[in-house]
């Protein structure tokens, strides 16, 4: 297939206007923008970390911060920095959520790590269990997210959740968390944090497709997810997850 | 450094979600399901001695239940919405049978029950007042005036059934609140199965202290007599309700401390630190061990009735003080550690906020300006003279 | 059974207002609940679409390379082929779908700051992973007076 630079760049410029022009269409009449061919039934998301590999740079923490106008303050990603003892007992810190980065310590007396966290779009997940009225749900294809424009911001969903992933945004006055960037994967791009991440720690997966690396990575590696006595049904895998991770 | 926070927090968790408000509401609801638990002693229980509370619990409690979801609507982000909550109520979440079991409760329970009760009272009102007040008695009426003998007899009979189902949906006004912390999974200073139990057992402590001071202001300002065996029977209840308060709360400190679970080692440390003043010393020693010993001994030993009535007002303060107490250490208590086990924050409270002390302070007189309006329109004493003061 | 009714009639009258008030309800809850609400589960299925609306910062890492291939290509032969584009240069959604790019180019990154986030020595980054004591590993030199960032090994 012959095509040139110009055409891919025409086609995009082409699907953009009609994304744009149906978008605004939708504020005004209320009518669903044209149809992409993303069909909720066909994916289920999720996410792979790889703690081996996470540099602690917060490129991901930044990333997320501006492609989702989060408020300063507030985090609906951040990295925790593990310094670990002998005896287990962890001393962590985050720096404002790691958006500037850590302070370099070069202390080789402890086991030391990052430790990448987020929304963990639990699929029995006991933040949507405790909505009173419905204002945030798993989608049909796996991503927690909250409807702004329904909820009350009574906090519930926040206390519920064992990881501290939620807040309420100062400016709507609604619970606000990470949405899988779920604006970027409907259309085929991958999540904010994992463009950003220069060493490929974080990676988005769908489980519903047959290709995605996932299943293989599955087979093959020893994961663990967050707090799995809680029986939330993350689907957000920690490989190379230490004992002492809270 | 993030100022407040001792350790590790996770960034989001460092604010606190539910403040003062939070603290107030259960803290409101208890007192309206302790207040129609004491009505409810007499009508469902025939304890006659408390008699001359029935009406004045009644309106206690239709004073605080009308005050109640304003602490909520003040902490709410949208509180114009609150309307979904009856729109789509989220059959899986216990905060969304609050407006269906606050109507019942006020609709079906409470509001039929006062009006059966003063049916008699209003109806003559409505004959015998004149101006607005007498439109008032009128629209009170519903348009009935019939108040024949046999017309009251089956106001008693359906006021009684109304009472018998008033006393588990009072449970359920109240035990869903605990029920809304013990449930949290994520918390284990909330999640216990004895939390609904224990809300319910010292909201009826509070509520039954509560009436027990408004019987004995009352009828002090309108100087009266205070019916001592009535007071009595009241100081009774309240002793034993509050000793089974007493030993669930220490059932479930004793638990946690032998189980020494993953989270006892910070909880524990928050106890000893944050919470020492407003847990150990405020709720435990001077609200409720204070209150218990003092009760106990007008139970143990033959008091006179002056001392009686002195220890009975410092009983029902200091109860009231140390169920508030526990309800912020619950709430707050709840959110001063980090899920991590690994920090804490602190609580900063202001004073003129939405969710201030002002704005609690003017919430907890409100009900008091209010029953002030509902004794005035709905007299609890309609044609009592003199009672003869009993006991001693 | 007259008698009985007509002394119990008073209690119709509660009855009616809470009738009148549960068929009221009724009527406004129809009126009032999102239309989509419910569609896939107990929520507004309008959000889905409402969410999906949020426009994009990062253009993502192929919209980058339609143009600029020939520093892809210099990437994708180093150490840096797997850090994306605007890992380093940010978000540049504005910058590929204007009309005229050029208008929206990016700012040259802060090498003093940019390089040393990823690169400065910390005893939690992977041992295997090119890290240095910045300030004692140039002499003061800003990193790209020897590294080239598209193709940085020396």
């Given at each position: 297939?012959?095509?040139?630079?110009?055409?891919?760049?025409?086609?995009?410029?082409?699907?953009?206007?009609?994304?744009?022009?149906?978008?605004?269409?939708?504020?005004?009449?209320?009518?669903?923008?044209?149809?992409?061919?993303?069909?909720?039934?066909?994916?289920?998301?999720?996410?792979?970390?790889?703690?081996?590999?996470?540099?602690?740079?917060?490129?991901?923490?930044?990333?997320?911060?501006?492609?989702?106008?989060?408020?300063?303050?507030y985090f609906r990603t951040?990295?925790?920095?593990?310094?670990?003892?002998?005896?287990?007992?962890?001393?962590?810190?985050?720096?404002?959520?790691?958006?500037?980065?850590?302070?370099?310590?070069?202390?080789?007396?402890?086991?030391?790590?990052?430790?990448?966290k987020l929304c963990n779009h639990c699929a029995d997940s006991p933040c949507v269990q405790v909505c009173p009225v419905g204002a945030t749900f798993v989608s049909?294809?796996g991503v927690v997210l909250v409807d702004k424009?329904y909820c009350l911001g009574c906090r519930y969903c926040i206390q519920a959740c064992p990881y501290g992933c939620r807040y309420l945004h100062?400016?709507?006055?609604t619970a606000d968390k990470c949405t899988l960037?779920y604006?970027?994967?409907?259309?085929?791009?991958?999540?904010?944090?994992?463009?950003?991440?220069?060493?490929?720690?974080?990676?988005?997966?769908?489980?519903?497709?047959?290709?995605?690396?996932?299943?293989?990575?599955?087979?093959?590696?020893?994961?663990?997810v967050l707090k799995?006595?809680m029986a939330t049904g993350a689907k957000v895998?920690?490989?190379?997850?230490?004992?002492?991770?809270? | 450094?993030?100022?407040?926070?001792?350790?590790?927090?996770y960034?989001n968790e460092?604010?606190?979600q539910w403040?003062?408000?939070?603290?107030?509401?259960?803290?409101?609801?208890?007192?309206?399901?302790?207040?129609?638990?004491?009505?409810?002693?007499?009508?469902?229980?025939?304890?006659?001695?408390?008699?001359?509370?029935?009406?004045?619990?009644?309106?206690?409690?239709?004073?605080?239940?009308?005050?109640?979801?304003?602490?909520?609507?003040?902490?709410?982000g949208?509180?114009?919405?609150?309307?979904?909550?009856?729109?789509?109520?989220h059959s899986s979440s216990a905060m969304a049978?609050?407006?269906?079991?606050?109507?019942?409760?006020?609709?079906?329970?409470?509001?039929?029950?006062?009006?059966?009760?003063?049916?008699?009272?209003?109806?003559?009102?409505?004959?015998?007042?004149?101006?607005?007040?007498?439109?008032?008695?009128?629209?009170?009426?519903?348009?009935?005036?019939?108040?024949?003998?046999?017309?009251?007899?089956?106001?008693?009979?359906?006021?009684?059934?109304?009472?018998?189902?008033?006393?588990?949906?009072?449970?359920?006004?109240?035990?869903?609140?605990?029920?809304i912390f013990?449930s949290v999974k994520a918390n284990?200073?909330w999640s216990?199965?004895?939390?609904?139990?224990?809300?319910?057992?010292?909201?009826?402590?509070?509520?039954?202290?509560?009436?027990?001071?408004?019987?004995?202001?009352?009828?002090?300002?309108?100087?009266?007599?205070?019916?001592?065996?009535?007071?009595?029977?009241?100081?009774?209840?309240?002793?034993?309700?509050?000793?089974?308060?007493?030993?669930?709360?220490?059932?479930?400190?004793?638990?946690?401390?032998?189980?020494?679970?993953?989270?006892?080692?910070?909880?524990?440390?928050?106890?000893?630190?944050?919470?020492?003043?407003?847990?150990?010393?405020?709720?435990?020693?001077?609200?409720?061990?204070?209150?218990?010993?003092?009760?106990?001994?007008?139970?143990?030993?033959?008091?006179?009735?002056?001392?009686?009535?002195?220890?009975?007002?410092?009983?029902?303060?200091?109860?009231?003080?140390?169920?508030?107490?526990?309800?912020?250490?619950?709430?707050?208590?709840g959110q001063?550690?980090?899920k991590?086990?690994?920090?804490?924050?602190?609580?900063?409270?202001?004073?003129?906020?939405?969710?201030?002390?002002?704005?609690?302070?003017?919430?907890?007189?409100?009900?008091?300006?209010?029953?002030?309006?509902?004794?005035?329109?709905?007299?609890?004493?309609?044609?009592?003279?003199?009672?003869?003061?009993?006991?001693? | 059974?007259?008698?009985?009714?007509?002394?119990?009639?008073?209690?119709?009258?509660?009855?009616?207002?809470?009738?009148?008030?549960?068929?009221?309800?009724?009527?406004?809850?129809?009126?009032?609940?999102?239309?989509?609400?419910?569609?896939?589960g107990h929520y507004?299925?309008?959000a889905?679409?409402?969410i999906?609306?949020?426009?994009?910062?990062?253009?993502?890492?192929?919209?980058?390379?339609?143009?600029?291939?020939?520093?892809?290509?210099?990437?994708?032969?180093?150490?840096?082929?797997?850090?994306?584009?605007?890992?380093?240069?940010?978000?540049?959604?504005?910058?590929?779908?204007?009309?005229?790019?050029?208008?929206?180019?990016?700012?040259?990154?802060?090498?003093?700051?940019?390089?040393?986030?990823?690169?400065?020595?910390?005893?939690?980054?992977?041992?295997?992973?090119?890290?240095?004591?910045?300030?004692?590993?140039?002499?003061?030199?800003?990193?790209?007076?020897?590294?080239?960032?598209?193709?940085?090994?020396?």
């Amino acid at each position: 297939m012959d095509l040139s630079r110009r055409d891919l760049f025409a086609a995009g410029g082409k699907l953009l206007i009609l994304a744009s022009v149906g978008a605004t269409l939708e504020q005004i009449t209320g009518a669903a923008p044209p149809s992409e061919s993303y069909n909720v039934a066909e994916h289920w998301w999720g996410m792979i970390v790889d703690i081996d590999k996470c540099i602690g740079c917060g490129n991901c923490v930044r990333a997320c911060s501006k492609e989702n106008q989060v408020p300063q303050g507030y985090f609906r990603t951040w990295v925790e920095r593990y310094q670990v003892g002998e005896d287990q007992q962890p001393h962590v810190d985050s720096p404002n959520g790691d958006i500037d980065g850590f302070p370099a310590d070069t202390r080789t007396d402890v086991k030391s790590f990052f430790v990448p966290k987020l929304c963990n779009h639990c699929a029995d997940s006991p933040c949507v269990q405790v909505c009173p009225v419905g204002a945030t749900f798993v989608s049909p294809d796996g991503v927690v997210l909250v409807d702004k424009n329904y909820c009350l911001g009574c906090r519930y969903c926040i206390q519920a959740c064992p990881y501290g992933c939620r807040y309420l945004h100062p400016e709507t006055n609604t619970a606000d968390k990470c949405t899988l960037c779920y604006h970027r994967i409907t259309q085929g791009l991958t999540t904010a944090c994992c463009e950003a991440c220069p060493t490929g720690a974080r990676q988005l997966v769908d489980f519903k497709n047959p290709q995605d690396p996932v299943h293989e990575y599955l087979r093959h590696n020893k994961v663990q997810v967050l707090k799995p006595y809680m029986a939330t049904g993350a689907k957000v895998y920690y490989k190379d997850l230490d004992g002492s991770v809270r | 450094m993030i100022p407040g926070v001792e350790g590790f927090m996770y960034p989001n968790e460092v604010a606190l979600q539910w403040s003062l408000l939070i603290v107030l509401y259960p803290y409101i609801t208890g007192l309206v399901a302790g207040a129609f638990i004491l009505a409810s002693l007499e009508r469902v229980f025939k304890v006659d001695a408390v008699r001359p509370t029935y009406r004045l619990a009644l309106l206690t409690a239709l004073a605080f239940l009308l005050v109640a979801p304003l602490p909520l609507q003040l902490h709410l982000g949208h509180p114009e919405r609150s309307m979904e909550m009856y729109l789509t109520p989220h059959s899986s979440s216990a905060m969304a049978m609050f407006g269906f079991v606050y109507l019942w409760y006020l609709m079906a329970v409470l509001l039929l029950e006062i009006w059966l009760e003063y049916r008699a009272d209003i109806v003559r009102l409505a004959q015998t007042t004149n101006g607005w007040t007498g439109l008032v008695y009128k629209a009170l009426t519903l348009g009935s005036m019939n108040v024949s003998p046999a017309a009251r007899r089956i106001d008693d009979k359906v006021g009684f059934a109304v009472t018998v189902i008033g006393i588990p949906s009072a449970f359920l006004l109240h035990g869903y609140v605990g029920f809304i912390f013990g449930s949290v999974k994520a918390n284990p200073w909330w999640s216990t199965p004895l939390m609904p139990v224990v809300f319910l057992f010292s909201a009826m402590a509070s509520g039954i202290a509560g009436v027990l001071l408004l019987y004995m202001a009352s009828m002090k300002l309108k100087k009266m007599p205070i019916d001592m065996p009535c007071v009595d029977a009241i100081a009774k209840y309240l002793f034993y309700t509050f000793v089974i308060d007493f030993s669930l709360e220490m059932l479930d400190l004793v638990h946690r401390t032998y189980e020494a679970g993953e989270s006892f080692r910070s909880l524990d440390f928050m106890v000893h630190t944050r919470l020492w003043a407003s847990q150990v010393i405020l709720q435990i020693c001077i609200g409720t061990l204070v209150p218990l010993a003092l009760l106990a001994l007008t139970q143990l030993f033959p008091i006179r009735a002056a001392a009686r009535r002195a220890i009975y007002v410092a009983s029902g303060l200091l109860v009231m003080i140390g169920i508030f107490a526990m309800r912020w250490n619950v709430v707050i208590g709840g959110q001063l550690f980090s899920k991590s086990f690994l920090g804490y924050t602190s609580f900063k409270l202001e004073f003129a906020a939405r969710e201030g002390l002002l704005t609690a302070i003017g919430l907890m007189i409100l009900p008091f300006v209010i029953f002030v309006v509902l004794v005035k329109l709905l007299p609890p004493w309609p044609e009592r003279k003199t009672t003869e003061a009993l006991g001693d | 059974m007259r008698q009985f009714l007509r002394d119990s009639g008073h209690l119709v009258r509660p009855a009616v207002v809470l009738v009148v008030g549960i068929a009221a309800f009724l009527l406004i809850r129809t009126a009032l609940i999102p239309k989509a609400f419910g569609k896939y589960g107990h929520y507004d299925a309008a959000a889905l679409d409402r969410i999906r609306q949020h426009p994009v910062a990062f253009a993502g890492q192929d919209t980058c390379v339609m143009c600029h291939d020939d520093q892809a290509k210099a990437r994708a032969a180093g150490k840096h082929a797997h850090v994306s584009c605007e890992a380093c240069h940010g978000p540049q959604a504005a910058h590929a779908n204007a009309d005229d790019p050029s208008a929206h180019k990016p700012a040259l990154p802060d090498v003093a700051n940019l390089c040393r986030r990823c690169h400065e020595k910390d005893a939690a980054k992977p041992n295997d992973f090119p890290q240095v004591v910045t300030a004692e590993h140039s002499g003061g030199a800003l990193c790209t007076a020897c590294h080239q960032p598209h193709n940085p090994h020396l």
